[in-house]
């Protein structure tokens, strides 16, 4: 070996053949370093180990090799060979990490030793060997690092592990195992007999028979112990074995030692309680059924009470009672006395109320001072009065209540069972209903819930949201009636009357929706829809050169409404080339005269936005008739009962003609509705009224036939029969 090339296998003897195949087979690089002189010669094996061929490392010297250990490595390597030169290390040995060619390290095991020294003990020449123990290296750290994960789970999971040697008797203890037991190897050296005496005596008992059956019968064991650490500190351990034989003998224990305090603590605060919840769940299931105050069964069991009553009513053919009872007055008791007064009160009329029943009847507290009785078995209805009757006694009774007498009186509703499709909870409701109708008619009394009256109400209810959605889904339309002058047969104006696109029943007149509106909130809604077609029609005529009023009627309800003029005048506002004195409103002389007052208020505040104002169906309430000097309306229309009439009944001309003549004291004009042939026509100028309207006239129709029927009663202003 030359500092530049191998030596060839030429000029070797056979000797140095041998040895460097040798050498080769091992995988060991050879270096010899001229101390000295720093000159550092090596063989292929050398340079290979960090990726160079010899050629690419000459010249080397010590500098550059130090260069490429890792810088954690070459204090250590340098300290270990000055102690080598000073004879207190016989051969230099260092484990260190040099550059790889690719840029990584590799861990080399570094060995040599001076073979010649200067004079004055200095080292002249060292030769030595390097060898790649990077995949040792790697194993080693892999151990490790699984040595560590284990130690940190078992640190957590608080779980050790031990082994007995049966063979050499050794029990060896983890660390983690050490710690559960609060000492050290160091403190403590485990033995079986040293572990089973910490164990308190039950545990003690309970892992010397498991020991003895894993060491004798070959049986595991995995046992919840209580035990002493060293420290004396009282613990609770899971401890497991697992047996290894050969040859049908136990040669070796294993388990696990693992801390369980926390989770024995929980449990058994867990247990503790476990009894607490027992008996709390038998009071909760007392309270969950029965009222606190009165002891009576509370909505929960009154629910299995009713339900049970009904089947049963069902299949013995009987009725049921279901009455609703609300005490008249205990507010009162409450204000005056206070709370617990009034505790003390429902708790002795809640008494004195259950005593009124049958053995077998119920009686519930619901809450407040409401109570609910279930009577059953009765033959007939009437067979519930005598009971009713009862209770109503029962609860005026006086009671004395911290010295002072005390008195309520009751309003009980009842409804009975059987009824088609009706759960307990319609019932209940229908009692209350009955309840509520008993204390309208003046308290201290029993009512009967009205099962027709109800579904009436219900019926307009339904009525009601059809026609909700019926307007959401724009059904409504209006029909046009012309009102003309008979003396010049000049149309004056139309009536905007309201029709129904009922989409299965087709056009509905007023009479078939109307009166289900009645003092129901929708009815405005709808009014105002009417006001704002018709002012959008009078724009769209506008635009055709017919220019007329429309007549609109207002409902009682729209009328008295306390926003009525705010909001006519904002849809006014929306039309503002139309002129606000041909919108004509149209109430009715019976809702005019409910409250003068506010409606004679309301007529002038429109008067003032440019709307007039007709009373409508006159003559009905003649005795009113004085009323007119206080009412600023404009037009008087004759109900049309007295009109269609009049040819054949004599009494009702004399009424036309006293409307006619109070109509002209008050300034106000007349018009006349029903006019159905010329002959109406003809007496009614006779008489002196000359605007009319009526199916002699036209028919309502919808606004597209209007201009085309102005057309044809200009050409020929002519009444008819217009009778149906």
């Known amino acids: ?166 063979e050499t008797g050794l029990l060896t203890w983890t660390a983690e195992t050490y710690r559960i037991h609060e000492t050290t190897p160091e403190e403590f050296d485990p033995t079986v007999d040293a572990g089973v005496d910490h164990f308190l005596p039950d545990s003690r008992e309970q892992i010397s028979l498991a020991l003895d059956r894993a060491i004798n019968n070959g049986d595991g064991y995995d046992l919840e112990l209580e035990t002493y650490t060293t420290k004396g500190r009282q613990i609770d351990v899971r401890t497991t074995c697992n047996v290894t034989q050969k040859d049908g003998a136990t040669v070796r224990l294993t388990g696990i030692f693992q801390d369980i305090s926390e989770q024995k603590d929980i449990q058994r605060k867990l247990e503790m309680s476990n009894q607490s919840l027992e008996d709390a769940n038998a009071a909760l299931q007392l309270s969950a059924h029965y009222d606190a105050l009165t002891e009576l069964p509370n909505r929960i069991l009154l629910s299995d009470r009713m339900q049970h009553a009904l089947t049963q009513c069902a299949r013995r053919n009987q009725f049921v009672a279901i009455t609703f009872i609300d005490l008249d007055g205990f507010k009162i008791i409450n204000d005056k006395y206070g709370h617990s007064s009034g505790d003390q009160f429902l708790r002795k009329i809640a008494h004195e109320l259950k005593l009124t029943l049958r053995q077998g009847d119920t009686l519930a507290r619901i809450g407040g001072d409401e109570f609910v009785a279930v009577i059953d078995d009765l033959n007939n209805t009437k067979d519930s009065y005598p009971i009713l009757t009862r ?182 506002k929306e039309f503002p080339c139309v002129n606000p004195e041909t919108i004509e409103l149209e109430i009715l002389e019976s809702s005019a005269l409910k409250d003068i007052e506010l409606v004679s208020g309301v007529i002038a505040e429109c008067n003032r936005l440019g709307a007039v104002f007709s009373i409508d169906d006159f003559g009905a309430g003649y005795s009113s008739l004085t009323y007119l000097k206080r009412l600023p309306a404009e037009y008087l229309k004759i109900d049309q009962s007295f009109v269609i009439d009049m040819l054949e009944d004599v009494e009702n001309q004399t009424i036309i003609q006293g409307i006619i003549e109070l109509a002209k004291a008050f300034h106000l004009k007349v018009i006349a509705e029903g006019v159905e042939t010329p002959a109406h026509g003809e007496l009614l100028q006779s008489l002196g009224c000359y605007l009319a309207q009526g199916y002699g006239i036209a028919k309502p129709m919808p606004a597209s036939e209007f201009p085309a029927w102005i057309n044809s009663w200009q050409k020929n202003p002519k009444l008819v029969d217009g009778r149906l």
Not at 516 to 532: F, R, Y
Not at 553 to 568: E, G, K, M, T, Y
Request: hydrophobic share 40%; charged share 25%; with cysteine.
């Open 391 to 572: 209770m109503l006694e029962a609860a005026t009774t006086e009671l004395t209540i911290f010295d002072k007498c005390l008195k309520v009186t009751a309003s009980i509703g009842v409804t009975f069972y059987p009824q088609k499709n009706c759960s307990p909870d319609q019932l209940l409701r229908q009692a209350d209903q009955a309840m509520y109708k008993a204390k309208q008619l003046g308290k201290n009394r029993w009512h009967v819930f009205d099962l027709e009256q109800d579904v009436a109400v219900k019926n307009r209810h339904e009525e009601i949201e059809s026609l909700r959605l019926a307007l959401q889904n724009d059904e409504f339309v209006l029909f046009y009636q012309p009102k003309i002058d008979l003396r010049t047969n000049e149309v004056i104006g139309t009536e905007a009357l309201i029709r129904w696109c009922h989409p299965e029943q087709g056009i509905l007149p007023p009479a078939a929706f109307l009166p289900a509106l009645e003092q129901d909130a929708l009815s405005i809604e709808i009014g105002e829809w009417v006001i704002k077609s018709a002012l959008k029609q009078l724009d769209q005529w506008r635009l055709m050169d017919i220019e007329m009023p429309i007549s609109v009627n207002i409902s009682p309800l729209q009328l008295q409404h306390a926003d009525f003029v705010v909001r006519l005048e904002e849809v006014l």
């Open 1 to 166: 070996m030359t500092k530049s090339t191998p030596v060839t296998s030429a000029s070797k003897s056979d000797n140095e053949e041998r040895l460097e195949l040798i050498i080769n087979a091992t995988g060991v690089g050879i270096w010899d370093w001229q101390v000295q002189t720093q000159e550092l010669t090596f063989n292929q094996r050398w340079a290979a180990i960090i990726g160079y061929t010899v050629a690419e490392l000459q010249p080397l010297s010590f500098d550059t090799w130090a260069d490429s250990v890792h810088s954690d490595d070459l204090p250590r390597a340098k300290k270990l060979l000055r102690e080598h030169w000073r004879g207190n290390l016989d051969l230099y040995t260092v484990e260190l990490r040099m550059r790889h060619k690719r840029g990584h390290y590799v861990w080399i095991l570094a060995s040599g030793k001076v073979v010649e020294w200067e004079a004055g003990g200095k080292p002249k020449r060292m030769i030595g060997t390097h060898l790649d123990i990077t995949e040792r290296k790697e194993r080693e750290r892999e151990r490790l690092i699984s040595s560590q994960l284990l130690q940190e789970s078992q640190k957590v999971a608080k779980v050790g592990g031990w082994e007995l040697n049966l």
